[in-house]
């Protein structure tokens, strides 16, 4: 049971690391591109006066600056800390119902630990494998990017964006932790779930807090593990296309 926990905590560690390094990298080439496309069309404006779609449309691309930074980016944030929580469940190991039932002398222990790690290093390739299926995740991360424009960088990351998040959904059912909207103000009373409901801010004292909601969090409604074949390579995330003429 120790060992398990330690292995949760740390691949769970792992995989933060991962999904945040990656969503940084998505951040800044999204926040990059808009600012470097604003200085160019700011740039033109300037040059020519007395053509107004030049001007217009420099002021519409700054307010789309300001919109990335306050709405767009903790969706984006909200959506890899839901890939970060798939991946971290898929790999946690849980005993089955029937097992619980069992006496214990009953219950079917694996025949070597690498045998368990095994299988979770399948599954978590498996994950990989769906992602990279339907939004090309791998592809993207692998590719040079220095030699593409900002227009079509930013075109692919909305692609993969919503093909991944098509992966997310299907083993996935996210709902709320508050059904309350964010901004609202809450009262939390004495024996409120501290592990469901993080406090920030000038917290002191003891309950009841009341504070503003700044995040309703997120909780899975079901969780739904992807079957894997007993006779593929484990190591294999994609297979290699052939076409034949």
Request: net charge neutral; glycine share 6%; proline share 4%.
């Amino acid at each position: 049971m120790d060992a398990e926990k330690v292995f949760s905590r740390r691949s769970l560690g792992i995989i933060l690391l991962f999904m945040g390094v990656l969503c940084l990298l998505i951040l800044t080439l999204g926040y990059w591109g808009i600012g470097h496309i604003s200085v160019r069309l700011t740039a033109l404006s300037s040059a020519h006066p007395d053509i107004a779609d030049f001007k217009a449309v420099a002021n519409w691309i700054s307010d789309a600056k300001c919109g990335f930074i306050r709405y767009l980016s903790p969706m984006i944030a909200a959506g890899f800390a839901s890939w970060s929580l798939l991946l971290w469940l898929a790999i946690r190991r849980k005993p089955s119902k029937l097992q619980t039932d069992l006496p214990q002398s009953q219950i079917r222990e694996p025949e070597n630990r690498l045998d368990r790690e095994q299988h979770d290093k399948r599954v978590f390739i498996h994950l990989l494998s769906m992602f990279q299926r339907e939004g090309r995740l791998l592809d993207f991360l692998s590719e040079n990017i220095d030699d593409y424009e900002d227009a079509q960088i930013g075109a692919a990351v909305r692609s993969i964006h919503e093909n991944c998040n098509k992966v997310t959904l299907k083993y996935l059912s996210l709902q709320p932790v508050l059904d309350q909207e964010e901004g609202q103000t809450l009262t939390l009373q004495k024996g409120f779930d501290t592990a469901a409901v993080k406090l920030v801010g000038n917290v002191a004292g003891e309950p009841p807090f009341t504070g503003v909601i700044r995040h309703k969090g997120w909780k899975t409604a079901k969780l739904e593990l992807p079957t894997l074949s007993a006779s593929q390579d484990a190591s294999l995330i994609a297979p290699a296309e052939v076409e034949i003429s």
